[in-house]
C-alpha cells in the first residue's frame, strides 16, 4: 500500500513526491518509460546530447529558484530570431521590422495605427489583429500559429496568453522600423541552463532519496478500492492518488467514469512533436541561440542550438540544432522520419544555419504531448473533467494533469500541492 502514489515521473511527479516527502509522507513514483524526466529529459545521439525541443529555465518563483541555484548554470540573454523568405529580423517581429523594404513597412504600420478596438470576447486572430493591425497579424502571429498550434488563429481562444505576445507601443513600433538599434522587450529577461548535464541536471538533485520506479506505467485506476493495475499485470493500493498523466488518458482509464466524462475527456486533444536534430563537426553558422520560422514552404516552427544553450552538449568544435514541427490529429505529419530529416537539412541550408558536409549525426523521433491546445470551448469542457477527476479524490498536477499551458517552473508548482494533501487515519 503507497501513501501517496503519483503517476508519472516528469518535473510535475517529481516536485509532489519531494514535497509530499518535506511534508513527512511517504510518496512513491510510478513512471511508464524506462528513464525519469518526462519532458525535461535528453537523449544522446553519437557524441552530441539533444533536450526533448527547446527548453530553458527561467522562474520568478522563490521555491523554483531554489531548484536551480542547486546546479552550476548558464546565464544567457534572451535574443531569439526570426526568418521570413531569405531575412532574420529580430524578436518580437511587430517592433523590429526593420528589414523590410520601405513599401512593406509603411502597410504593416499604417495597419498598426487603424486597428481595430478591443473587444470582450475575441478569437485569437481578431485578439491578434487588435493588438498588431490585419497585415502584422497575418503575416506573422496567424501564420506561425498554423505552424506552432496546427490550426487557424481564429479556431482558439485567448486563455492561454498570459505575457507571451509584446504589445507594443505606436513608438516602439515606428523607432524598431528605423533602426535595428531596438532594445530587447522579450517578456523574460534571462534564461538558464545546466552547464553540464543538459536541462534535466537541475533535477537531479531533486530525485536522489526519492522512490521512484521506472517501466511502471499505470493503465486502470479504481477509485472506489483505492487502487491502480500496472501494464506488466501488478497492482498498487494507494491512500492519496496524485496523476500527471493527461487528463483524456487519465479519465479513460477510470473505472466506472460517466459517458459524458469520457465525451468531454475525447474533445481535449494536443499537438505532438517531430523533432529533428542534427550534429554538425563544426562550429556553429549563424550563431542564433533560436529561432521561428514563418514561411509556409518550410515544415519546422521552431529551432535551436543545443551546443550554445551549453556547449556540453557537443563534442569539442562540435554544434548542434533541433528543429520542431508540430502535428496534431486535425493536421497530421505527412512525411516520413527520413523525409523530414531531408527537408530539414535543404531548409537549413535555404536559411543558411547550417552545410550538408558538415553534417556529423541525424536523429528523427516524435513527443507525442506538446502544448495543450485552447480551441475554442476548452476550458469549459477541461474544468468539467477536471472536477469529476477531483470528485474522485485524484489530485491532477503538472502540464498534461491539469491539461493547461505551464512552463517547467509551473508545473513544478502544480505538483507542489501534493504537500497539501491530507492526513488518512
Ligand atoms: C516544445 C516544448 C518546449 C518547452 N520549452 C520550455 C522551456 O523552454 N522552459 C520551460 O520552463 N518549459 C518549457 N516547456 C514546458 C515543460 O516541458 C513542461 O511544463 C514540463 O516539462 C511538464 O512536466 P510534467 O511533469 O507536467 O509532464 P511530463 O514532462 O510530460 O511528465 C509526465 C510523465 O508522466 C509519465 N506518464 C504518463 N502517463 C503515465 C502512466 N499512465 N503511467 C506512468 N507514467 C506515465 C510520462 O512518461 C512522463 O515521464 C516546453 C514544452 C514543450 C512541449
Given at each position: 500500500m503507497a501513501e501517496i502514489l503519483i503517476i508519472g515521473g516528469g518535473v510535475a511527479?517529481?516536485?509532489?513526491?519531494?514535497?509530499?516527502?518535506?511534508?513527512g509522507r511517504e510518496a512513491v513514483i510510478f513512471e511508464a518509460g524506462e528513464r525519469w524526466g518526462g519532458l525535461l529529459d535528453h537523449f544522446h545521439v553519437g557524441g552530441f546530447r539533444f533536450?526533448?525541443?527547446?527548453?530553458?529555465?527561467?522562474?520568478?518563483?522563490?521555491?523554483?529558484?531554489?531548484?536551480?541555484?542547486?546546479?552550476?548554470?548558464?546565464?544567457?540573454?534572451?535574443?531569439?530570431?526570426?526568418?521570413?523568405?531569405?531575412?532574420?529580423?529580430?524578436?518580437?517581429?511587430?517592433?523590429?521590422?526593420?528589414?523590410?523594404?520601405?513599401?512593406?513597412?509603411?502597410?504593416?504600420?499604417?495597419s498598426f495605427i487603424e486597428r481595430p478596438d478591443q473587444s470582450e470576447d475575441s478569437n485569437y486572430r481578431q485578439w491578434l489583429n487588435e493588438q498588431f493591425g490585419e497585415v502584422i497579424a497575418g503575416r506573422y502571429p496567424a501564420r506561425y500559429t498554423e505552424k506552432y498550434w496546427t490550426v487557424p488563429a481564429d479556431s482558439l481562444s485567448t486563455d492561454w496568453i498570459g505575457s507571451r505576445l509584446y504589445r507594443p507601443s505606436l513608438e516602439e513600433v515606428l523607432f524598431g522600423a528605423m533602426t535595428d538599434r531596438t532594445p530587447s522587450t522579450y517578456y523574460l529577461p534571462e534564461l538558464f541552463y545546466p552547464r553540464r548535464g543538459g536541462y534535466r541536471a537541475f533535477l537531479d538533485p531533486l530525485v536522489e532519496d526519492l522512490d521512484l520506479r521506472t517501466g511502471k506505467e499505470v493503465v486502470r485506476v479504481n477509485p472506489v478500492k483505492k487502487y491502480v493495475e500496472c501494464r506488466d499485470g501488478s497492482r498498487e493500493y494507494y491512500l492519496h492518488l496524485v496523476s500527471s498523466t493527461p487528463l483524456p488518458v487519465l479519465a479513460g482509464m477510470i473505472d466506472g467514469a460517466p459517458a459524458v466524462v469520457g465525451e468531454q475527456a475525447a474533445a481535449l486533444w494536443a499537438t505532438s512533436v517531430a523533432l529533428v536534430s542534427l550534429g554538425f563537426s563544426r562550429p556553429q553558422k549563424g550563431g542564433h541561440l533560436w529561432f521561428y520560422i514563418y514561411d509556409r514552404d518550410i515544415l519546422p516552427a521552431r529551432a535551436h542550438a543545443p551546443s550554445m544553450k551549453s556547449p556540453d552538449n557537443a563534442?569539442?568544435?562540435?554544434?548542434?540544432?533541433?528543429?520542431?514541427?508540430?502535428?496534431?490529429?486535425?493536421?497530421?505529419?505527412?512525411?516520413?522520419?527520413?523525409?523530414?530529416?531531408?527537408?530539414?537539412?535543404?531548409?537549413?541550408?535555404?536559411?543558411?544555419?547550417?552545410?550538408?558536409?558538415?553534417?556529423?549525426?541525424?536523429?528523427?523521433?516524435?513527443?507525442?504531448?506538446?502544448?495543450?491546445?485552447?480551441?475554442?470551448?476548452?476550458v469549459g469542457r477541461r474544468d468539467y473533467v477536471l472536477d469529476y477527476v477531483r470528485s474522485c479524490g485524484i489530485l491532477p498536477v503538472g502540464r498534461f494533469g491539469e491539461w493547461d499551458y505551464l512552463w517547467a517552473d509551473q508545473s513544478f508548482l502544480s505538483g507542489k500541492q501534493a504537500e497539501t494533501l491530507p492526513f488518512v487515519v
Open positions: 511527479g517529481i516536485s509532489a513526491a519531494v514535497h509530499a516527502r518535506r511534508a533536450d526533448n525541443a527547446v527548453h530553458f529555465a527561467f522562474s520568478n518563483n522563490e521555491h523554483y529558484r531554489a531548484v536551480l541555484e542547486m546546479t552550476d548554470y548558464i546565464t544567457h540573454r534572451p535574443e531569439p530570431y526570426n526568418y521570413e523568405q531569405g531575412r532574420w529580423l529580430k524578436h518580437p517581429v511587430q517592433n523590429n521590422l526593420y528589414p523590410l523594404p520601405a513599401e512593406e513597412k509603411v502597410k504593416a504600420i499604417k563534442p569539442q568544435g562540435c554544434s548542434s540544432l533541433q528543429f520542431e514541427t508540430y502535428f496534431s490529429r486535425q493536421a497530421p505529419l505527412k512525411c516520413s522520419g527520413e523525409e523530414l530529416i531531408e527537408h530539414v537539412l535543404d531548409a537549413a541550408e535555404k536559411m543558411d544555419v547550417a552545410s550538408r558536409p558538415d553534417l556529423a549525426v541525424a536523429d528523427y523521433r516524435t513527443l507525442p504531448y506538446g502544448n495543450v491546445v485552447f480551441d475554442r470551448g476548452m
